[in-house]
């Protein structure tokens, strides 16, 4: 079996979700890491590149050189995989495509709407090219089941979506002016973080997650968004009531300040006939309430769950979690560029997906200046 040949931009030592990338690519056998760029600092980047095995001509000075030089080889890259931070996603992306290079993207999507709009032009006119998105919660077994269960009506018809992603990024501590720079890095600053950093970092996921679960998009918002103080200006805090297509209401919660709130990841739906939720900390697990009988735990690869077992590696009872989840999003994307047949389904997060969590991010930022209801 032919190997994908891989190409990393960012990720380098520090990123711990360079670290999930890299495993991930391999998790399956389709890919081979064989160049990158994992560092602005050159002196960095080839050390790391030499420690995962790499050639040292093979790790390059930045993300353009990479393209130029990797286009003229022969066994130059047929994928790349961007895992910088979200200001740059767009330009690092759009290089890749015109060169007619498959993008496995971390998110967001891009850093703001009108890098998106650009980056979302892009990736359509180019035919020849897969894009993928690692909104990596969408890949667990059971969420991919939970959609299933909504596509079949299981629910009727979808009235509320209630959706939380909690964090603490301070680690419990009192961040001060001195200290913020430390603790956040890059995620204070605009141009890096792009236009709200607790939406972009966090809230792209949680809404990605009712998105892609219930099928739905969201057409109004009103938006509240925090900044973390007077002093140290960043967005950490956004609660955000979402009106869908259908006419059913979203309650959502995203918070990178929440004091005791370590990764609590959690989407509650309600439908005429029943509701779901799920848990990122238990996701083995699909809880399931009829309108008028018994609540069900629903266990991945089990019994009625068989469907989960399609996106499971690991048998039932024993526990699988996020290596394998975010390892789905790459044997997807892998199987899409070798192909044939264009009516195979996949189910990774893609471009249009991208596209509509940046409008939801530009809706809320909008909302929570004016204070008011808008369109998105
Ligand atoms: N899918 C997930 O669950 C998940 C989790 C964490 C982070 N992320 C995303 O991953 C991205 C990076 O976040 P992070 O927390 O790893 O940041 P980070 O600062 O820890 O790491 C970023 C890495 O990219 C490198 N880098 C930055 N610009 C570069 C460039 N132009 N060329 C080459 N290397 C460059 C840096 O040297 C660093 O090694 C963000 O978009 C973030 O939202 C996704």
Redesign the pocket.
């Known amino acids: 079996m032919k190997r994908l040949r891989l190409g990393i ?10 670290h999930v990338h890299r495993i991930a690519s391999r998790f399956d056998d389709k890919f081979k890491i064989v160049s990158g ?4 600092n050159h002196k960095i980047n080839q050390s790391f590149g030499n420690s995962i095995g790499l050639r040292k001509d093979r790790c390059y000075k ?2 353009k050189e990479l393209c130029l030089a990797e286009k003229k080889r022969k066994d130059g890259i047929e994928v790349v995989a961007i ?4 200001g ?2 767009q330009e690092i992306a759009e290089l890749f495509i015109k060169n007619n290079i498959h993008v496995i993207s ?3 999507f891009a850093g703001s709407l009108s890098q998106a709009k650009k980056l979302y032009k892009t990736i359509t006119r180019n035919k020849k090219i897969v894009y993928g998105l ?1 909104h ?1 919660y969408s890949a667990y077994p059971m969420v991919r089941y939970a959609k299933k269960l909504i596509e079949e009506k299981k629910l009727g018809d979808v009235e509320y979506v209630n959706v939380e992603y909690i964090q603490d990024w301070s680690n419990g501590k009192k961040v001060t002016s001195a200290t913020a720079k430390k603790v956040f ?2 995620k204070l600053d605009k141009k890096i973080a792009g236009v709200s950093t607790v939406l ?2 966090i809230g792209s ?1 949680a809404y990605h997650l009712c998105n892609y679960i219930t099928g739905l998009k969201g057409v109004k918002l009103f938006a509240d968004i925090k900044q973390y103080s007077k002093k140290i200006k960043f967005d950490t805090n956004a609660q955000v009531f979402i009106d869908y297509e259908n006419g059913a209401k979203g309650l959502f919660w995203a918070s990178t300040t929440a004091k005791g709130g370590v990764y609590g990841l959690k989407i509650r739906v309600f439908g005429s006939k029943g509701s779901m939720e799920w848990v990122q900390n238990d996701p083995n697990y699909l809880k399931f309430s009829s309108a008028n009988g018994a609540t069900k735990i629903l266990e991945r690869g089990f019994n009625e769950s068989h469907f989960s077992k399609k996106f499971s590696r690991i048998k039932y009872g024993h526990p699988e979690g996020y290596l394998s989840a975010f390892s789905n999003l790459y044997r997807e994307i892998a199987s899409k560029i070798n192909s044939k047949n264009r009516n195979t389904r996949f189910f990774f997060p893609t471009a249009y997906e991208g596209l509509l969590t940046a409008k939801f991010i530009d809706g809320c930022v909008k909302s929570s200046s004016k204070k008011k209801w808008v369109s998105f």
Not at 37 to 40: G, I
Not at 83 to 86: A, E, I, S, Y
């Open positions: 931009i960012g990720g380098g030592p520090g990123s711990w979700i360079g760029v994992f560092s602005r930045n993300y895992m910088t931070p979200p740059s996603h971390d998110k967001p690692t990596n890095k890059w972009n970092e996921h």
